[in-house]
């Protein structure tokens, strides 16, 4: 079966893109883009009602939400060497709760409010306020962050990088390219995992062709 991922150039479609290179699959890249019109054709909706990216085709099977994609992927092509979900249920369950926590606390709740009110101010309306709150909240759920990595560990869990590592990351650059501050632990764990090698291939594949030219 050829994987086949949908959307490119946002930090949700980077998600499964930065999987799939840590697990070392090949797979069909359609670098789709939101808001372009790419999303809403009859191909695509036929796919996903939903309209958005990313979006994983793995023969029969299709899966949009990030944080789901990169489960499924860890769950079915994933080794003892390189799976980014443990088997383990109650290590499962601690990766399963940051990676919700980041999904929905520093991701839906704080940095994209803040994507919809400055970078799509023209669709959503310009709301400073709103702007400013999220980046405080965003900061205040950090703390949770910070506490984690007191004890000096390389990963969110301890020793190996996982899904919450992935997930986490991405939240973690989104906030620094909206210049929402960092604490310096976790600017520091942050550097480490966008140090890995499969994350400098995963950001090369997820810019958007126009950029590549």
Request: with cysteine; glycine share 6%.
């Amino acid at each position: 079966m050829t994987l086949i991922l949908w959307g490119t150039g946002t930090s949700r479609t980077i998600r499964p893109i930065w999987a799939m290179h840590e697990l070392g699959l090949s797979f069909e890249h359609r670098p789709i883009l939101p808001r372009t019109g790419e999303t809403q054709t009859d191909e695509y909706t036929s796919l996903t009602a939903r309209q958005k990216i990313p979006l994983l085709c793995d023969g029969d099977m299709t899966i949009t939400e990030s944080a789901a994609i990169v489960y499924y992927l860890s769950d079915i092509y994933g080794t003892p060497e390189n799976r980014l979900v443990p088997l383990d249920p109650a290590d499962r369950a601690r990766c399963l709760e940051w990676c919700f926590f980041a999904i929905s606390e520093l991701d839906a709740t704080a940095l994209y409010v803040i994507r919809r009110h400055r970078d799509l101010k023209h669709i959503y309306g310009d709301s400073p306020v709103a702007n400013d709150s999220a980046a405080q909240y965003f900061q205040k759920q950090m703390r949770s962050v910070d506490r984690a990595l007191e004890d000096g560990r390389p990963f969110i869990l301890g020793a190996t990088f996982t899904a919450a590592d992935l997930i986490l990351s991405t939240c973690l650059s989104w906030a620094e390219r909206y210049g929402v501050p960092v604490t310096e632990p976790a600017r520091v764990y942050n550097g480490r995992v966008t140090a890995r090698p499969a994350y400098a291939r995963a950001l090369e594949s997820n810019r958007p062709p126009a950029a590549k030219v």
